[in-house]
């Protein structure tokens, strides 16, 4: 052993901290703080964030999914119907359901949605998860069922037909 005597530290010592150095370091705790509030915020935020399970059902076949919110968008809702159905773009797809006077409503705009969802009071719960039943019906271009070569005088009176659209107008009686 070594003859030298230990010496101990003093019981306390002193940092001394210029001003800056001072306020980055308080900055960066509440930084941190602020990064945990955040990260607990979404936290609860997900647990109470509500999620939409549609079942789509088209004859026989009746498929299901889940989106991650409670009202999508008529875009996104048609993205994912076209995408499970194997719908092609030259066709345009609805949905139809039953309302409380026993009639079949279509849904295919945002719009139309966008009633529906005001309209639906009572919907089937499922924790934090809605469940909404659709039937699939898909519209075809009017091109598909008139050919203008067959056209032989048949129309009806009042009929007009719009070229720039290539649409055409039947009033209704």
Known sequence: MSDSPIKTPPPFS?????????????????????????????????????????KISNQAITRRFTLSIEQPTWLELELKVREIFSIPSSVSPGLTYID?????????????????????????YSDNNIIYRFS??????????????????????????HEEHNVRVCPTQ
């Open 14 to 54: 002193t940092i001394i901290l210029n001003e800056n150095e001072y306020n980055n370091e308080n900055e960066n705790t509440t930084e941190n703080e602020n990064e945990n509030k955040t990260e607990n915020e979404n936290e609860n935020n997900k647990e109470n964030m509500r999620t939409s399970t549609f």
């Open 100 to 124: 409380e006077g026993d009639d079949n409503i279509t849904i295919s705009s945002q719009i139309e949605l966008e009633d529906y969802y005001k309209q639906v009071k009572c919907h089937e």
């Open 136 to 161: 699939l019906v898909i519209f075809t271009p009017l091109r598909d069922y008139a050919d203008d070569d067959n056209d032989n005088g048949n129309n009806p009176p009042g009929y007009e037909e």
